[in-house]
Nanobody, 126 residues
């Protein structure tokens, strides 16, 4: 059973930075892809960033140039470095994983990901 545990959320002022982490377990060294989604109050979940097994990354237009997704395969940890944060980045952030391949066209569809963490809150004040 794949388990995902996020950490690193918090409250910062606009222009600040945060780094989210997601510890992964239970994958038994199988090939898998990972990503981050977020959900603001009253809004649908939206894909933020994703990274495949070889390390190719993908970003939502709203975060390009500000967020960086990366992973430490030795430690089984996924990261999301968030810089120049804006109030509109305020949301619950979820780590996601999918064993196998996620088609590029479906990367930012919530239904493409079988495994979700419990979420970590990010709040940006203006």
């Amino acid at each position: 059973q794949v388990q995902l545990v996020e950490s690193g959320g918090g409250s910062v002022q606009a222009g600040g930075s945060l780094r989210l982490s997601c510890a992964v377990s239970g994958h038994n060294n199988r090939r898998f892809e990972m990503g981050w989604f977020r959900q603001a109050p009253g809004k649908e979940r939206e894909g933020v960033a994703a990274i495949d097994s070889p390390g190719t990354t993908m970003y939502a237009d709203s975060v390009k140039g500000r967020f960086t997704i990366s992973k430490d395969n030795a430690k089984n940890i996924l990261y999301l470095q968030m810089n120049n944060l804006k109030p509109e980045d305020t949301a619950m952030y979820y780590c996601v994983a999918e064993l196998g391949l996620v088609p590029v066209s479906r990367t930012f569809r919530a239904g493409s990901w079988a495994h979700w963490g419990q979420g970590t809150q990010v709040t940006i004040s203006s």
